[in-house]
């Protein structure tokens, strides 16, 4: 008998650029509740159905139709009550969707650094979300930017075997610590966040191939890398 294999999202970044930018919102905010609770399965069932549902788009596998309707139905439930209990959720919820179906489109386009960067926004998003259903209304905003901005930058680097993309990457890495240095002069010590940007930077300028399909030690160190670094740019959110 053949075993029933489960389709779902088996991208391991995916699932830590969530679960850090959603613990980051939840953990600044400090009140962890029933909702928050299940707004987290919520989007937990929406990633699971991401793969998938790009398979049926792009391959036209209707087989998993039934498996992602069993993530989204459960997921939209959760969502539904959510809002009930904090109504000015629904407006990230709207930005969430268009977002996905903004995914949906450019990657089936096969425009991919968009495709990503709407990626990355949505799961900067998560942060925002986390926040608001942890406070009850709309809080730390401001979380949302900042995560798309450090995630879009580790988008370039996974890239960085492209000589265009190291150039772009190391250009708009450049970008952010210069803009966020500035804010240092008013007070704002959100240039700290964005320090691991450097190793960025470093890896752009060395060029060195990250990512190659015949060295797999090299993809996992730079999962690690990078996890290191989202992790520390959350602590310094945390405490800020």
Do not use: H
């Given at each position: ?84 209990k904090v109504p000015p959720l629904f407006s990230l919820y709207i ?146």
């Open positions: 008998m053949n075993s029933l294999k489960l389709p779902y999202t088996k991208e391991q970044g995916s699932w830590v650029m969530f679960i850090i930018a959603f613990s980051t919102g939840a953990i600044k905010t400090g009140n962890i509740n029933i909702t928050l609770s299940l707004v987290f399965l919520s989007l937990c069932l929406f990633l699971m159905a991401k793969s998938p549902a790009v398979n049926v788009i792009k391959r036209g596998n209707r087989g998993e139709l039934p498996w992602i309707s069993g993530y989204i139905i459960p997921g939209l439930a959760g969502f539904l009550y959510s809002t009930v930005a969430g969707i268009t977002l996905i179906v903004l995914y949906l489109i450019l990657n089936l386009k096969g425009i991919q650094v968009l495709s990503e960067a709407s990626g990355m926004a949505l799961m900067g998003l998560t942060a925002a979300i986390g926040a608001s259903a942890a406070a009850g209304t709309l809080l730390n905003l401001y979380l949302w930017p900042m995560f798309f901005i450090f995630y879009f930058a580790s988008s370039f680097r996974v890239r960085a075997t492209i000589k265009r993309y190291r150039l772009i990457g190391m250009l708009y890495s450049g970008l952010v610590l210069s803009v966020s240095g500035i804010m240092v002069l008013k007070g704002v010590l959100l240039f700290l966040a964005f320090l691991p940007l450097f190793e960025d930077i470093y890896a752009f300028i060395k060029g060195r191939k990250v990512v190659d399909s015949t060295l797999r030690e090299d993809f996992k160190r730079l999962g690690i890398i990078e996890t290191i670094k989202a992790i520390f740019f959350a602590s310094i959110l945390i405490f800020i």
